[in-house]
């Protein structure tokens, strides 16, 4: 290897670091609480943190609670939406809480980086409507009459303080110096569009008022969708995820889908750039846990199937017996009683890789002619 070749590559190396661990933040999952976090040193020691990001850590004390909630709401969500799937957004001890999965630019990546921006500003905004911050309340700028007729008023979720929160927070990383590299434009793009996610699907929730529950006066307020939406709306996103590489426009450097043929896509959705590997072999020193010990379904051709989900290895059938309640009874007033029922179940799982053959067996002693 030459010595300008070794430099090279070593400095591709510290740059795919540099960008690549920008999720590391979310290791404040892990963390039973850091509502703690009341002095500027608990700061210094959380793992994960970028310096910059302990900085803001100081300066805004009473919002890191929410930032750890909005990290373990990315992670439950991510494990809800990702259940059937062959990586199933399983989490590490140690960093990248997601292991590798997540240090190269695949759409798994795409789809952990959107919920997470995501997780922060949903879990910053409700902090700020339920008077948990002293620095942000309700947005109480929307006010007055409605085209439709009804009263604007009441607390409405205060996204724009969460999403300006989510920006500097789980941003920063990219938007300090090595913002152009495809990396860090692509995690920009995804975690603007897991805010998005959030920003347009606010809805419009009602209290009527009037005589005994008519609704003469309603008063309207503007409320975030619940998280599951969310995570909806960014799992469809990424399954239509565009595969996109880099191009200058000016000297300015975007993201392009790969193939000119695809429509350009939008801000909401998701961006990658390396594909998938196809997560079936146990591969702990990348964060893979491999499919063998999954429950799958027999009769689905998707990829809960167990033909894709154990990657061809076959399956084990078990019958367990469930106990269910049945022919329940309303009993006057007021109990239910029912009857327990047993139902026998089938249960389908991965099976293990085959175990590596035996070593041969030892070459039988050549017996050497006693007499002759
Ligand atoms: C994910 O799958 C692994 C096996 O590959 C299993 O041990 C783990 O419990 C699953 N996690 C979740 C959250 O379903
Ligand atoms: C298995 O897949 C079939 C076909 O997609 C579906 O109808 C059924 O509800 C699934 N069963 C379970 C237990 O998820």
Redesign the pocket.
């Known amino acids: 290897m030459s010595p300008e070749y070794s430099l090279r590559s070593l400095l591709l190396i510290i740059l795919a670091t540099f960008s690549a661990n920008a999720s590391n933040w979310l290791y404040l999952a892990k963390l039973s609480s850091v509502g703690s976090i009341s002095e500027e040193e608990t700061c210094e020691k959380l793992k994960g943190l970028i310096q910059r990001q302990v900085q803001m850590c100081k300066r805004n004390l009473e919002v890191m609670d929410s930032v750890r909630r909005g990290a373990q709401l990315a992670i439950e969500e991510c494990q809800y939406q990702f259940r059937n799937r062959r990586w199933n957004c399983s989490t590490l001890d140690t960093l990248p809480v997601f292991g590798k999965v997540v240090t190269q630019g695949t759409r798994e990546a795409a789809f952990v980086y959107a919920i997470s921006s995501a997780g922060v500003a949903f879990a910053v905004t409700r902090a700020c409507s339920s008077g948990e911050l002293d620095k942000c309340g309700c947005d109480r700028t929307v006010q007055g009459g409605s085209a439709q007729g009804f009263q604007w008023s009441g607390c409405s979720d205060n996204i724009a303080y969460g999403v300006a929160f989510s920006q500097s927070f789980v941003d920063i990383r990219e938007r300090s110096k090595g913002a152009s590299s495809n990396r860090a434009l692509m995690n920009l793009h995804n975690n603007e569009a897991g805010r998005k996610a959030i920003l347009n699907n606010m809805r419009v929730e009602c209290k009527c008022h009037g005589v005994s529950g008519s609704c003469e006066f309603k008063t309207c307020w503007k409320a975030m969708p619940p998280f599951r939406k969310v995570g909806n709306v960014l799992k469809e996103k990424f399954d239509g995820a565009t595969e996109v590489e880099q191009s200058e426009i000016g000297s300015t450097k975007v993201l392009v889908p790969k193939n000119s043929q695809f429509k350009p896509h939008t801000d909401e959705d998701l961006v990658y750039l390396d594909s998938s590997p196809d997560f079936c072999e146990h591969d702990l020193k990348n964060g893979v846990l491999g499919t063998s010990g999954r429950q799958c ?6 990829i ?2 167990c033909e894709l989900m154990c990657c061809g290895r076959g399956f084990h059938t078990d019958q367990v017996e469930v106990v269910e309640r049945c022919s329940c009874k309303f009993h006057w007033c007021c109990s239910v009683k029912c009857k327990p029922c047993h139902r026998l179940l089938e249960i389908h799982t991965c099976r293990c890789p085959p175990p590596p053959p035996p070593p041969p067996p030892p070459p039988l002693p050549v017996m050497q002619p006693l007499f002759h």
Request: proline fraction near 0%.
């Open positions: 379904n027999k009769t689905s051709k998707a809960d199937g």
